[in-house]
């Protein structure tokens, strides 16, 4: 293919958007211009995510836009999720080319590169591309409601896309953070999700490769590191050795640096727990990320996930015993199939139990084959969304100023 302009766009996760930064880069050593403005590009290439109904929407609207705006004779190639998670929703906006990140070497052929995707390495998230932000809006936003409702619900969309902004320092395209990718796939089985369908098993890079780059990092001045992948916590299990193997190594490097961990299962937090805490301890670990997804017992167990509410609990009071400071997030969800009031009062009364200096909150979406999609007892969709407002309502209220304090004092250091 001969060499242009290209436009790489993206949407969803951290993870998303650091491979959509390396097939930037990818491109760049190639020798083609990288462009914005994807209406003027030869070349479009959109990662789009299908996590959640509303995650597959957005990419949806994004491809149309993109479709009708393009100039004539680019050619446009979605890639990433939504291919494998839901293809069908697809080929009805689109009936180009696609491929997963596992397929990326394809690129080598369609553009006949002369540097291999395999050789090339990111370490940033690639900016939210403002056609994210047209398209995308806000869950509370899409909701009905009397004039002074929606004037309120603006207003608390706005105070926290601000802490957002702080919380989710990785996710910014901050470039004072270093970001390294050790890991994609994963070793669960969650009964509602659909990314293993996409990314499939755990794939790590060696111990050796994932401390070249943070090595690198280090000799460039980077003091924030964020260690990426689909689930942290089952890195290295394909090559024989653990995450705790990893930051042992890590930690013993000489500097004023800290490191971010993100996604880490609580299945294997609980059974690291012991060897993590010294680590936790050097202070070099300064944000952490657990998704506890539900308070219940029940609904954790129709969930796949594998460990007790009480057990994830423990990994979390451990920890902040260890290390006070650390910023603590989790990721929760309301809706699943079967959950009663009780089950949803649990998960309420999770956030009453363990302080977290964020919360994520979303709804219970079917993903397409997934054993969640066709369970019996589906919750409403009216009662789920007013459990989804009410978790994070008091997601919002619970982020306490001793929490906001310690993000803005990190964000001052950036």
């Not at 969304?385 to 619970?398: D, E, T, V």
Request: proline share 4%; aromatic share 10%; hydrophobic share 35%.
């Amino acid at each position: 293919m001969e060499k242009g302009k290209a436009c790489v766009l993206c949407n969803g996760c951290p993870e998303n958007r650091i491979d959509s930064a390396r097939v930037q880069k990818y491109l760049e050593e190639n020798g083609w211009l990288i462009t914005e403005d994807h209406a003027n590009a030869d070349l479009i290439l959109f990662n789009a995510c299908s996590l959640t109904q509303e995650n597959t929407a957005i990419s949806l609207k994004i491809i149309q836009k993109i479709q009708e705006e393009k100039k004539s004779g680019s050619q446009f190639i979605v890639w990433g999720c939504l291919p494998k998670i839901d293809p069908e929703a697809l080929r009805e906006k689109y009936d180009g080319p696609t491929f997963s990140e596992r397929e990326l070497s394809l690129l080598d052929q369609i553009i006949d590169a002369s540097r291999p995707i395999e050789a090339i390495t990111a370490n940033y998230v690639l900016p939210k591309h403002p056609i994210n932000e047209s398209l995308g809006g806000g869950i509370l936003m899409r909701f009905e409601g009397p004039p002074l409702i929606r004037f309120l619900k603006g207003l608390v969309v706005k105070w926290d896309s601000y802490l957002n902004s702080k919380f989710d320092l990785f996710t910014q395209g901050n470039s004072s953070v270093f970001h390294i990718k050790v890991a994609t796939g994963c070793l669960g089985a969650c009964s509602y999700c659909g990314i293993r369908k996409s990314r499939g098993t755990v794939r790590s890079k060696s111990i050796t490769k994932v401390m070249c780059e943070f090595k690198e990092g280090l000799q460039k001045g980077f003091k924030y590191f964020f260690l990426i992948g689909t689930d942290l916590g089952a890195y290295g299990r394909d090559l024989g050795y653990t995450l705790v193997d990893l930051l042992k190594e890590m930690i013993k490097e000489k500097g004023d640096f800290k490191i971010g961990l993100r996604n880490v299962n609580p299945y294997h937090l609980k059974k690291m727990l012991n060897e993590l805490i010294p680590i936790f301890k050097s202070k070099k670990i300064w944000y952490f990320s657990s998704a506890a997804e539900s308070g219940s017992n029940r609904v954790l167990k129709l969930m796949r996930r594998n460990y007790t509410i009480e057990e994830f609990k423990e990994c979390i009071r451990t920890i902040r015993r260890a290390f006070p400071d650390i910023i603590i997030r989790t990721q929760l969800m309301a809706g699943f199939p079967t959950e009663t009031e009780q089950d949803f009062a649990e998960t309420m009364h999770l956030l009453d139990d363990i302080v977290f200096d964020y919360a994520e909150v979303y709804r219970f979406s079917k993903r397409p084959g997934t054993p969640a999609e066709n369970m019996k007892s589906q919750v409403p969709e009216k009662i789920k969304r007013q459990r989804f407002l009410k978790l994070y309502a008091k997601a919002l209220l619970n982020r306490t100023p001793r929490s906001i304090k310690r993000i803005l004092e990190h964000h001052i250091r950036l």
